[in-house]
């Protein structure tokens, strides 16, 4: 059951109207069964190894103050549970328990103890208890809520218990709450249906049936392919925050207009915020901070580590290997020249050089884009070779449309040129569109259009799940 | 000691002109990221001769808070 499934459209309907009118005391435990109902729904394994694991973190968060080893055992076990599930999401040789009447695979189980997102809450939550920055939570069901709150379950955003427990307590729903969450629960269909699934069979043409094409058709392919991801996650954010928004909870937000960065440091201060944030606060600073009297090395390191960690958190394989050096690289190149660069950008300090960087950062970021979309570490480099020569096609409709606009009728010509079109206008009007979005108003103008637009042009049982749903 | 931190961030962030309040915080100053934050770090260690705990260092949001740690390490340190 993902976001866009008319089953999800009717359940989540249901769900608010039910929790609207409740009283707000009863709401919590009401918003604890559909998390739980939404979690078993996926299987039944899935369901007993989030409450079993949501009860070892609760119980071990009480008893972790000052017991350093069974801190670092509760670390162990959680960090254990995302390479596990990693593994288990990369192949497909399961182990499969069958009894008489009972059907039990035991991959499931282990994949749904490491859903990644959830098990970066629980480590956060054991550092934060440990650290003494926060108290264990005393009351088992808030804890299970906040693992089981089902708009951020399945690809967070990631937030601190003590972020998302406070408001349990301080539950309102107002009127703005349901107009901005349902404005931005229409922002993020529209991203998901109309931009994100229009792009993805072009990039998926390229990058999967990858032989004859020309340099150009492969850049335009890694070009979309960014594009497409920013509006699939930034797109399944979006409809995550309006539904918590409804229920009356707020969560963080993931993305400030990463395209528009004008460094690569800049691009993940502005991408996936929560997830950063996550990795800066628990990985890159304390290894940092101990290392900070070797000066320039420190941070060299820490980025280091931190995207080796990273790396292993989105899969453990040569492609997602090669993606983290590449931001490895750039980040380190960007530490070693900050202060040639920031006297460089004050002397020519435009809009066109402003542009230059934008496009630049851009390209970097679609260049590693390559790696992490790609199905093999070899079709990866075959694709970057492939740039390299060959580039302008010498039939531009069959060398470079045709590959791109799936389906070979004038009909799908014509889909693409509006989806580009669509694209662009958005990512240059995104802010404006955001202002009207967070707005406390009820914009009829707004939803009027963004209905229209996603009855005409978007994608109905394309059945594409969202990019990041498989970390 | 407002002025001597004041120093500290001019040499990182290499400006001159660089003028910092009790409100100032990484919104305010475009270099100040992670990666120049621990740099800032180890130079006002560095300058007023104190050693930050991690936990100090991940309270601090803005230069009122840097300074309250470092008034209070400096007493110690006497």
């Not at chain 1, 399961?94 to 859903?115: C, E, N, P, Y």
């Not at chain 1, 229009?198 to 392919?221: E, I, K, Q, W």
């Not at chain 1, 020249?337 to 435009?350: D, G, I, Q, Y």
């Not at chain 2, 992670?34 to 260690?45: A, F, G, K, N, R």
Request: proline fraction near 2%; aromatic fraction near 18%.
């Amino acid at each position: 059951m993902t976001f866009i499934s008319p089953l999800f459209i009717l359940f989540i309907t249901i769900v608010i109207f039910v929790n609207y009118l409740l009283p707000p005391r009863f709401r919590y435990v009401f918003i604890l069964s559909v998390g739980l109902v939404f979690v078993g729904f996926f299987n039944i394994e899935s369901l007993i190894a989030v409450l079993l694991f949501t009860l070892f973190n609760f119980y071990l968060a009480k008893l972790i103050l000052n017991n350093r080893a069974l801190f670092i055992f509760g670390l162990a076990v959680n960090a254990l549970a995302i390479i596990l599930f990693n593994y288990f999401n990369s192949t497909t040789n399961g182990l499969h328990f069958s009894f008489t009447l009972i059907s039990f695979q035991i991959d499931k189980f282990i994949v749904a103890f490491g859903l990644s997102f959830y098990s970066m809450q629980n480590i956060a939550y054991l550092t934060e208890v440990y650290s003494k920055r926060m108290i264990a939570e005393t009351k088992l069901a808030k804890y299970v809520l906040y693992s089981v709150f089902f708009p951020k379950f399945i690809s967070g955003p990631v937030m601190l218990p003590v972020e998302f427990i406070s408001q349990i307590d301080n539950n309102v729903i107002t009127n703005n709450n349901l107009i901005r969450g349902f404005q931005l629960l229409l922002l993020g269909v529209f991203k998901k249906m109309v931009l994100a699934d229009r792009l993805a069979p072009g990039v998926c043409s390229v990058f999967d049936y990858h032989s004859n094409y020309s340099g150009l058709t492969t850049l335009v392919a890694a070009y979309l392919f960014t594009i497409q991801m920013y509006f699939d996650f930034s797109g399944y954010t979006n409809m995550a925050l309006g539904m918590a928004e409804m229920l009356g909870f707020k969560l963080k937000d993931n993305f400030n207009f990463p395209l528009r960065s004008t460094s690569v440091s800049e691009f993940w201060r502005r991408w996936h915020i929560s997830l950063i944030s996550w990795f800066t606060k628990y990985i890159y600073y304390p290894v940092v901070f101990r290392l900070r009297d070797y000066k320039k090395i420190a941070p060299l390191i820490g980025i280091l580590l931190t995207f080796f960690v990273s790396m292993i958190w989105h899969g453990i394989g040569f492609t997602f290997l090669a993606w983290a050096v590449c931001h490895i690289i750039y980040l380190c190149f960007e530490s070693l020249t900050r202060k040639a660069r920031t006297e460089f950008s004050e002397r020519f300090n435009n809009s066109l050089c402003k542009m230059l960087y934008i496009f630049i950062v851009f390209n970097l970021v679609c260049f590693s884009n390559i790696f992490f979309r790609a199905n093999s570490f070899d079709t990866a480099l075959h694709l970057i070779k492939t740039i390299g020569c060959n580039f302008i096609p010498d039939n531009f409709y069959n060398g470079l449309i045709a590959p791109i606009a799936v389906g070979g009728h004038q009909i799908d010509e014509f889909n693409l040129y509006i989806t580009i079109l669509l694209s662009v206008l958005f990512l240059l009007f995104e802010r404006r569109i955001g202002n009207i979005v967070s707005s406390e108003r009820i914009n009829i103008k707004y939803i009027i259009g963004s209905v229209l637009l996603i009855m005409i042009f978007g994608v109905f049982n394309s059945g594409t799940r969202f990019i990041y749903m498989q970390f | 000691m407002q002025e001597r931190l004041q120093k500290v961030f001019r040499k990182v962030f290499n400006n001159n002109n660089l003028i910092i309040t009790l409100q100032t915080s990484a919104n305010d100053i475009k270099m100040w990221d992670s990666i120049t934050h621990m740099e800032l770090i180890s130079e006002i260690e560095v300058e007023f001769n104190i050693v930050f705990s991690f936990d100090q260092v991940m309270q601090f949001n803005n230069v009122g808070d840097m300074l309250m740690t470092i008034e209070k390490l400096s007493q110690n340190h006497k």
